[in-house]
């Protein structure tokens, strides 16, 4: 990271690095609009616009992920004009120089926020880093002592203050201390104190003007949120940028809180892209046809040698789709939206190959997966050895105050009006990094699936569960949200799915030397009656900026069932239980309206290995438990 940027410093100062971040960390935790906690005071990352790098920018290229991406912008936060740069799309963070650090190169940070709070408990000043004199040793200090000997003042050291106000477009403000104490107008020369009771919570905080003895305890702020309008700041853009309008009500926000910044992340695995390959086959024989029809292209295909070659690995129903949406292109009709993502990557995993032995990988392979040659247990379609992969992270904006919702797809959804906040205003590239590594793909048997969504307890646990649902997002958005504005219920596959995800994850790490918090699922699920029906998982692990993993976890899905075995036995029982497998989704009092039988004791893992905050779990659907019916079990252990 290079240094803060100091409205009392000259530009062409040189000030030393105040800290360094991993690249991976600048994807998710500390992207642009993040607060950041440093030894001596707290910055906020700035936006693209304003990292440096000396020499030259590292590109990432997924063209899956670009095209995607390119068009849920412009709904998500842009206009119609913008687009993802063809060529460098996605760049990873600029790497700072250890030997020779200097604020050209890095990312930079602004000072945020910039009221400090002096620590000599007789003092106590609330005061801004403005009106305080040139640091020194790095730190700002308050001049709020005399020494008695020898006259002289003595500072005491300053440090941020730990309240803001944000709302939940991602703006971000200093907190009003000033109008806030006064109610209204101010004294003609305010001079604030803040003091803290021993516990720390609002109600014992009170801010103090000691030009007019005026006082407040903060926690009136907490109670009054809905008094005042955001003022529409982004700080992490520049200090010249524009206020955004914005007509909701800002909320104060402790400064290292979880709810202060959630980065989201779209991703893609490199795969063989056979549409693009269609498509430049159909353009390569495009004189033979454009006017091509189903009844005239078999025909086509045994006269004309070229297209016989150029056509071979494609069907006739492939390749009509490609001439129509060719032909609709010079039509200068509107182009269809680019297929999900992780349908197209279903289709790879589950078309794959038997492994045979001594059947590896190639050292410039991206992705390289083979069926195992296994008789899966009951319930499990298939077992996909992953043996390399790569998988591409872009940040592309960010939320305060409430994750975004996401759709089936793990994309952000479009349907409810969220407002992510933009990493950048003038850039066309996104901040990214390549993940390389391994991993096990599970499928469930699809025909077992739709079996036991149709049991009658398997009805009534997802009326429960939609009741719950509904609670959650009521409560999300403060008040009753009408049904077709409800974000989708994920439905009760991806609950099965996701669970049995989490429980195959713990069990897999006390066996293939990976920490559980180092593997990752990728959940693929569509509903019966989707295109693509889906019901399966990707276990991954791999490393940023690296040459990948060691085999351990690919090595493991051969012994998918013995795994499963003991992934049922950390589901039949919780140390919780019966409190955790009897809990009621509908009447829940703790926050958990989205989970069934699911807690720390069982199903809950490192959040940075779940696509989903740990919710959406019940481990009552995967084995039978104490107090739920028997007949919710997706699989049934032997006795």
């Avoid at 004294?187 to 109600?203: I, K, M, Q, V």
């Avoid at 949406?325 to 680019?338: C, L, S, W, Y």
């Avoid at 850039?427 to 969504?453: K, M, N, T, Y």
Wanted: aromatic share 8%.
């Amino acid at each position: 990271m290079a240094s803060r940027r100091r409205k009392n410093s000259p530009s062409s100062a040189r000030i030393p690095p105040d800290g360094e971040l991993r690249r991976s960390q600048v994807i998710t935790t500390y992207g642009p609009g993040a607060l950041v906690d440093l030894l001596h005071d707290a910055v906020i990352i700035s936006g693209l616009d304003h990292w440096r790098m000396a020499a030259g920018w590292g590109v990432i290229t997924e063209p899956r992920l670009r095209d995607q991406l390119s068009w849920r912008l412009k709904r998500l936060y842009r206009d119609d004009t913008w687009s993802l740069s063809v060529d460098a799309a996605f760049r990873t963070p600029p790497a700072g120089e250890d030997d020779d650090p200097s604020p050209a190169v890095g990312v930079s940070a602004l000072e945020f926020p910039q009221w400090f709070v002096c620590q000599d408990p007789d003092c106590r000043a609330l005061i801004k880093s403005s009106a305080l004199p040139p640091r020194k040793d790095d730190r700002w200090f308050h001049p709020c002592k005399r020494n008695a000997k020898t006259g002289k003042v003595a500072g005491s050291e300053c440090v941020p203050v730990r309240f803001l106000t944000a709302c939940a477009n991602g703006h971000i403000d200093e907190f009003p201390w000033i109008s806030f104490v006064h109610e209204g107008p101010a004294c003609e020369a305010p001079s604030l104190r803040l003091t803290e009771g021993a516990t720390g919570d609002f109600g014992s905080i009170v801010v103090h003007c000691n030009t007019c003895r005026r006082h407040r305890k903060l926690i009136d702020a907490k109670l009054q949120e809905h008094a005042s309008v955001c003022r529409g700041r982004r700080p992490w853009l520049g200090d010249d940028v524009d206020r955004e309008p914005c007509d909701l009500h800002p909320r104060i926000l402790v400064r290292t809180a979880s709810n202060a910044y959630f980065s989201q992340v779209q991703s893609a695995l490199t795969i063989e892209d056979t549409t693009k390959a269609l498509k430049e086959a159909v353009e390569s024989e495009w004189k033979s046809l454009q006017a091509v029809t189903a009844a005239t292209l078999p025909v086509l295909r045994s006269v004309i040698p070229s297209l016989t070659k150029a056509l071979a690995p494609f069907s006739d129903a492939a390749v009509l789709d490609a001439v129509a949406a060719i032909q609709r292109r010079e039509r200068g009709e509107k182009q269809p939206d680019p297929p999900p993502l992780r349908n197209a990557e279903f289709e790879v995993f589950t078309h794959q190959p038997l492994d045979v032995p001594g059947d590896n990988p190639g050292v410039n392979e991206k992705f390289f997966a083979r069926r195992a040659d296994i008789t899966p247990p009951p319930g499990i379609e298939a077992v996909v050895l992953a043996k390399k992969l790569r998988e591409v992270r872009a940040l592309i904006g960010f939320t305060r105050i409430e994750p975004a919702t996401l759709n089936l797809q793990g994309e952000v959804d479009l349907n409810i009006g969220v407002h992510l906040a933009p990493v950048s205003l003038r850039q066309d590239w996104l901040p990214a990094v390549e993940i390389l590594g391994e991993g096990i793909f599970v499928q469930l048997d699809e025909e077992a699936v739709r079996a036991w969504e149709a049991r009658p307890a398997v009805k009534a646990r997802a009326e429960a569960l939609l009741t719950g649902f509904k609670q959650h997002v009521n409560t999300r958005f403060g008040g009753e949200v009408a049904d077709e504005k409800l974000p989708r219920f994920p439905g009760m596959r991806f609950y099965l799915v996701h669970s049995l995800a989490h429980l195959l994850m713990t069990a897999l790490s006390l066996e293939c030397g990976y920490t559980s918090s180092s593997i990752r699922e990728r959940l693929y699920v569509a509903p019966a009656d989707a295109p693509t029906p889906m019901a399966a998982f990707l276990l991954s692990t791999g490393t940023p900026g690296s040459e990948g993993t060691l085999g351990g976890l690919v090595d493991e899905g051969r012994r998918i069932g013995a795994h499963l075995e003991r992934a049922f036995a950390l589901a039949s029982l919780c140390s919780y239980d019966p409190v955790c497998a009897m809990h009621d989704p509908v009447h829940d009092h703790a926050d958990r309206q989205l989970d069934g039988a699911a807690c720390h004791g069982c199903l809950y893992v490192a959040e940075c290995s779940c696509e989903r905050f740990n919710q959406y779990l019940d481990r009552g659907m995967i084995v039978p438990i104490i107090g739920q019916d028997p007949d919710l079990a997706y699989f049934t252990r032997p006795t």
